[in-house]
């Protein structure tokens, strides 16, 4: 069964801090890599979505994936309370139109 | 605004009782999704639809079916609800032309008493 694996945090930074989320997979055949963001009591919304290894910005996020460790991050630079959420990494397989999501990790940025 | 909508959004129903979901997209896309979310789980795949009358299991399907009579709604039924059943329920969508990301309706809540 594939497996996403995330730490559930909660990961604490202070306000204009980096905070960096990290996501292994078991699955070496995976190609698609999706970020989301959930704030509590809405839904996931996509932030950024990764398929080649290195580095891939967008504004204040950068998504890293590394595909021989089977690992992909997400960087937020200068991070704002309104960051405060539960980030969510989610992967799919060569062909496959499902997606499978890790746990989450919650984000909490102190003031 | 991917024009995705549930109903109801909230329901509280008794262990026994059969349940309908329902999910209404506006843009035609061929892929519809139900997930549910439960604390220490995160999000999981129920079942899942790429076309009229297409569907197919996910990881969590017992106790679970669904119909896709046309291609704008995406039905889930509990035939008899079960209290671990009581959770959030996500539709998405994965639009067509894109490169495989989902995008989530707001979510319905079930509560089996």
């Known amino acids: 069964q594939k497996e996403v694996e995330q730490n559930s945090g909660p990961l604490s930074v202070p306000e204009g801090a980096i905070a960096s989320l990290n996501c292994t997979y078991s699955d070496r055949g995976s190609q698609s890599f999706f970020w989301y963001r959930q704030y509590s009591g809405k839904s996931p919304e996509l932030i950024m979505f990764i398929y080649s290894n290195g580095d891939k910005e967008d504004g204040r996020f950068t998504a890293q994936l590394n595909k021989a460790s089977q690992y992909v991050s997400l960087l937020i630079r200068d991070s704002q309370p309104s960051d405060s959420a539960t980030y969510l990494c989610?992967?799919?397989?060569?062909?496959?139109?499902?997606?499978?999501f890790g746990k989450g990790t919650k984000l909490s940025v102190i003031p | 605004d991917a024009g995705i909508t549930q109903s109801p959004r909230h329901k509280v129903t008794e262990t026994g009782t059969p349940v309908t979901l329902r999910c209404h997209q506006t843009e035609n896309h061929r892929y519809m999704y139900w997930y549910r979310q439960d604390p220490g789980h995160g999000l999981r795949l129920i079942h899942y639809s790429y076309g009229v009358k297409d569907t197919d299991k996910g990881e969590v399907s017992d106790g679970y079916s669904v119909s896709r009579s046309k291609t704008e709604d995406f039905l889930l039924t509990l035939e008899s609800a079960t209290s671990s059943q009581t959770s959030v329920y996500f539709c998405?969508?994965?639009?067509?032309?894109?490169?495989?990301?989902?995008?989530f309706g707001e979510g319905s809540r079930l509560t089996v008493l």
């Open positions: 998405a969508i994965r639009a067509s032309g894109t490169d495989g990301e989902l995008f």
């Open positions: 989610a992967v799919s397989g060569a062909g496959s139109y499902q997606l499978t």
